[in-house]
């Protein structure tokens, strides 16, 4: 059960990309418990339809829309839409990723500008193209980033590029946007049960590498979901340009943390 009141977002918004499924998803099902209204963006449109029957049963306002974050004008009209529908934007979360494991000399260019480009392309335009609908001040802005932005890790130099800029655009963005009342935080996760990411790079590491974490274990959705929340509560309202590393502390191994991706 939640330690916060259930009516907490109670008429707020949330724009949330990469929100039909895993980690992103289980966000917008706590918002919408917390009352919110939701705007799901990704590219599956099965898998929207499916995400926004689930909120939906559980009573929520819940706008889906099937866009490539990639393709900014895309995006800028799913953004318009959403303030159509709803009003001012009060929290939006750039959540859209991509990731497969490759040696960096046997990448295609275009391998790697798809993951670039889903994750940090996909962040800029999720928050320039709501930039002119968010409530201000008082807007929360939300990225998912990951341990390899501050790891460099084999097999995974496109996603410690595309991280790595997502986590130096927040704490650029946090600076300039501040002003007008927007602050902008996020979530490093580790592994995460149930979700895609950890299928995908499960595949590399012994099957015994959580349990050799300081937190021996994977996270689960609702820990996601539940520091997602925290950061768009008043818990946090003097708190911008910081990534929360909640990861059970891959991020403290370094070196030894890296080495497990490395192929047997």
């Not at 099902?29 to 919110?36: C, I, L, S, T």
């Not at 790697?112 to 008082?138: C, H, M, W």
């Not at 590029?161 to 997502?166: Q, R």
């Not at 580790?190 to 050799?212: N, P, W, Y």
Request: hydrophobic letters at 50%.
């Amino acid at each position: 059960m939640s330690i916060f009141r259930a009516d907490l977002l109670k008429g707020q918004t949330a724009f949330i990309t990469g929100g039909s499924s895993g980690i992103n998803l289980g966000i917008a099902h706590r918002f919408v418990e917390h009352g919110a209204n939701v705007v799901i963006v990704a590219r599956n449109p099965e898998k929207l339809a499916a995400a926004r029957a689930g909120l939906e049963a559980k009573g929520g306002r819940v706008m889906a829309c099937s866009v490539d974050v990639r393709d900014y004008e895309s995006m800028a009209k799913a953004a318009a839409e959403a303030a159509a529908e709803f009003g001012a934007i009060d929290i939006v979360v750039a959540g859209a990723a991509g990731n497969f494991i490759a040696p960096a000399a046997a990448m295609s260019a275009n391998a790697f500008a798809a993951v670039v480009g889903i994750d940090l392309q996909g962040t800029f335009n999720t928050f320039r193209s709501t930039f002119e609908y968010l409530r201000k001040p008082g807007a929360r802005l939300m990225v998912i980033s990951a341990p390899q932005a501050v790891n460099p890790t084999p097999l995974q130099a496109h996603v410690c590029a595309a991280k790595a800029g997502i986590e130096a655009f927040v704490r650029s963005a946090a600076i300039e946007w501040g002003a007008v009342g927007v602050r902008i935080n996020g979530i490093s996760p580790g592994g995460v049960l149930g979700t895609e990411g950890l299928e995908r790079l499960s595949a590399g590491l012994d099957e015994k590498f959580s349990q050799s974490l300081p937190v021996p274990r994977y996270a689960t959705l609702d820990e996601m979901a539940d520091m997602a929340l925290i950061l768009v509560t008043p818990v946090t309202d003097y708190m911008t340009g910081h990534i929360v590393a909640l990861d059970g502390g891959i991020s403290l191994l370094g070196g030894t943390y890296a080495q497990a991706f490395q192929k047997k």
